[in-house]
């Protein structure tokens, strides 16, 4: 079974920044998994950040980015704020109808 | 603007019924995919089930395969998920959410449902 993956928890200082990264107990995450990012604060519903590996939803402010770097997804925040301080989910497309969420990144702002 | 509201949570007896709904605006519903993605408390996200813009394909989860059933109405432009058979462990929040391009675009406000006794 496919285990998408994702750091627990990051910190980052304000004003700094951090790369969150989304990879596969086995094999590569690549554009053909379309990932996805969505930030989520407790008690509020999801919000899209990225889908398509790079491309910002609307709204999304310039600073938040993705990519792939090496063999995983990465989501970079550059110049964090403390309304940033939220969990982090990436999902992945595996394919045949089956879409998969890592487990998420806590990330704190201090 | 895009709004799915969504309805249909509540408190069902383990082995019980209940069907979600999603209202839908703000976009052309009969052109978009769909989904449901579930949060159980205290825990991370969850995708459970997709349809196609036709309703033609219907994928689901594994663990909930053969007790939910996802459908859509869309001359109502509303998407439904009609969930059987229920376990403690499907009590969570239920979120709707508009594919696009294989990612989940704008959500629903989410519904919980809680299985217990």
């Known amino acids: 079974q496919t285990v998408v993956t994702q750091e627990p928890s990051f910190s980052v200082s304000p004003g700094g920044t951090v790369t969150l990264t989304c990879g596969l107990s086995?094999?590569?995450?690549?554009?053909?998994?379309?990932p996805s990012w969505y930030q989520q604060t407790p008690g509020q519903a999801p919000r899209t950040l990225i889908y398509?590996?790079?491309t910002r939803s609307s709204g999304v402010p310039d600073r938040f980015s993705g990519s792939i770097l090496g063999n995983k997804a990465a989501l970079t925040i550059t110049g964090a704020q403390a309304d940033d301080e939220s969990d982090y989910y990436c999902?992945?497309?595996?394919?045949?109808?089956?879409?998969?969420f890592g487990g998420g990144t806590k990330l704190t702002v201090l | 603007q895009v709004q799915l509201v969504q309805s249909g949570g509540g408190v069902v007896w383990p082995g019980g019924s209940l069907r979600l709904s999603c209202a839908a605006s703000?976009?052309?519903?009969?052109?978009?995919?769909m989904h449901w993605v579930r949060q159980a408390p205290g825990k991370g996200l969850e995708w459970v089930a997709y349809?196609?813009?036709?309703?033609?394909?219907?994928y689901y989860v594994d663990s909930v395969k053969g007790r939910f059933t996802i459908s859509r109405d869309n001359s109502k432009n509303t998407l439904y998920l009609e969930m059987n058979s229920l376990r403690a462990e499907d009590t969570a929040v239920f979120y709707c959410?508009?594919?696009?391009?294989?990612?989940?675009?704008?959500w629903g406000q989410g519904t919980l449902v809680t299985v217990s006794s």
């Open positions: 999902m992945l497309f595996m394919g045949s109808g089956i879409w998969v």
């Open positions: 349809i196609r813009s036709d309703g033609g394909d219907k």
């Open positions: 398509t590996t790079n």
């Open positions: 959410a508009k594919d696009l391009t294989w990612s989940l675009d704008s």
């Open positions: 703000g976009f052309t519903f009969s052109s978009c995919g």
């Open positions: 086995s094999g590569s995450v690549s554009t053909s998994n379309y």
